[in-house]
């Protein structure tokens, strides 16, 4: 997973400086198609066209603006450059932590025998309560309420798991 992240990470912020580069191209090489599209895009917005006009008359006059308003406006990418290490760093430590938490039921069994009859059960709980504890999380950025984000994250996650278990299961006996 933190390889996946780093390299999509990596690749989102390529893509990003190549359409910015040809978004640049096209400031510098075709100014007024350019001042088209954008009046062309305010007026959709519903500013009139006169308005429109001003808004670009005035933007066209710092290039590197003109390109960051088009990035957003036309290709809808807002340019911040990501740190690929730095994302896969938190995805490798975050499956370490919360990828253990189910794992320690059978980490527990070995030492407490009331888990060993129960250990499937224990680790399906406590991943339950890890995903809508970390749903329920989501709310600091998302501003949603913390229950309903708490029971969407248990809800996909169980189903994901339920769906990888249901997979184990039938590729066992190709084993």
């Known amino acids: 997973m933190a390889v996946g992240d780093f390299l999509s990470t990596k690749a989102q912020n390529e893509y990003n400086r190549s359409e910015r580069d040809r978004e640049s191209w096209e400031v510098e090489n075709h100014p007024a198609g350019e001042k ?26 710092y290039p590197s603006a003109w390109v960051d308003i088009m990035m957003v406006e036309e290709l809808s990418i807002v340019s911040e450059e990501e740190s690929p290490l730095k994302n896969s760093a938190v995805t490798f430590i975050s499956f370490i932590i919360f990828g253990f938490i189910p794992l320690a039921a059978y980490v527990v069994s070995r030492f407490v025998p ?62």
């Open 36 to 61: 088209q599209e954008l009046i062309e895009i305010y007026r959709e917005k519903g500013i009139d066209l006169e308005d429109a006009n001003k808004i670009v008359d005035t933007i066209s006059k």
């Open 114 to 175: 009331v888990f060993g009859e129960n250990t499937f059960m224990v680790a399906s709980f406590l991943t339950g309560v890890t995903l809508f504890i970390l749903g329920s999380l989501k709310y600091r950025f998302t501003l949603r309420n913390p229950f309903v984000s708490g029971l969407e994250m248990l809800i996909v996650g169980g189903l994901a798991s339920g769906a990888a278990y249901l997979i184990g299961i039938l590729l066992s006996g190709l084993a």
